[in-house]
T-cell receptor, first 113, second 112 residues
Framework: GAGVSQSPRYKVAKRGQDVALRCDPISGHVSLFWYQQALGQGPEFLTYFQNEAQLDKSGLPSDRFFAERPEGSVSTLKIQRTQQEDSAVYLC???????????FGPGTRLTVT | GESVGLHLPTLSVQEGDNSIINCAYSNSASDYFIWYKQESGKGPQFIIDIRSNMDKRQGQRVTVLLNKTVKHLSLQIAATQPGDSAVYFCAEPGGSNYKLTFGKGTLLTVNP
């Protein structure tokens, strides 16, 4: 079956631009996660949804980061007024039961110039 | 600080050899651990997990060992193949029941 998909795969933004990153989780997965992965590092938690409810956004680095999942399936991570330090790979993961066996998408590589 | 970490950042092995990747954790209350494999340009892929009530768990060509006394776990890959070349991460829930805390990762390179 189809896995987690993310789009775009690559995004180049000029500093100050807004970007929107999309995640299509595995169908039927109630849990959805966003992670940020800097070069050479492990993924770091950003936020967690259970269906449409955002239960934890403690990992979002600033109020420029906003995530939504309005219908409990597709999710969008939005970054306003991008800064160079936002350059990273943004990974989306979904699971059917909390943290167990999170299935990751290929990620969106964001480069802010 | 990070709850999980790795002893070696890189590991180079010959094809056919066994590989051992190590990971230390600091939270003695951690009760579940996962190993992920991440190939270049891809997201992490679940390999195997282990609960704290187990010392060992085997999968296909992989074995995870957990030593709770010294808070250490390892991933053993038997008969390593070129397709095993990737970065390997250990991860654990860090006291939550949903988010994972990852270590920095070990780059495994398999030489033909």
């Amino acid at each position: 079956g189809a896995g987690v998909s993310q789009s775009p795969r690559y995004k180049v933004a000029k500093r100050g631009q807004d970007v929107a990153l999309r995640c299509d989780p595995i169908s039927g997965h109630v849990s959805l996660f966003w992670y940020q992965q800097a070069l050479g590092q492990g993924p770091e938690f950003l936020t967690y949804f259970q269906n449409e409810a955002q239960l934890d956004k403690s990992g979002l680095p600033s109020d420029r980061f906003f995530a939504e999942r309005p219908e409990g399936s597709v999710s969008t991570l939005k970054i306003q007024r991008t800064q160079q330090e936002d350059s990273a790979v943004y990974l989306c993961a979904s699971s059917s039961q909390g943290y167990y066996e999170q299935y990751f998408g290929p990620g969106t590589r964001l480069t802010v110039t | 600080g990070e709850s999980v970490g790795l002893h070696l950042p890189t590991l180079s092995v010959q094809e056919g050899d066994n590989s051992i990747i190590n990971c230390a954790y600091s939270n003695s209350a951690s009760d579940y651990f996962i190993w992920y494999k991440q190939e270049s340009g891809k997201g992490p892929q679940f390999i195997i997990d282990i609960r704290s009530n187990m010392d060992k768990r085997q999968g296909q060509r992989v074995t995870v060992l957990l030593n709770k006394t010294v808070k250490h776990l390892s991933l053993q890959i038997a008969a390593t193949q070129p397709g095993d070349s990737a970065v390997y991460f250990c991860a654990e829930p860090g006291g939550s029941n949903y988010k994972l805390t990852f270590g920095k990762g070990t780059l495994l390179t398999v030489n033909p």
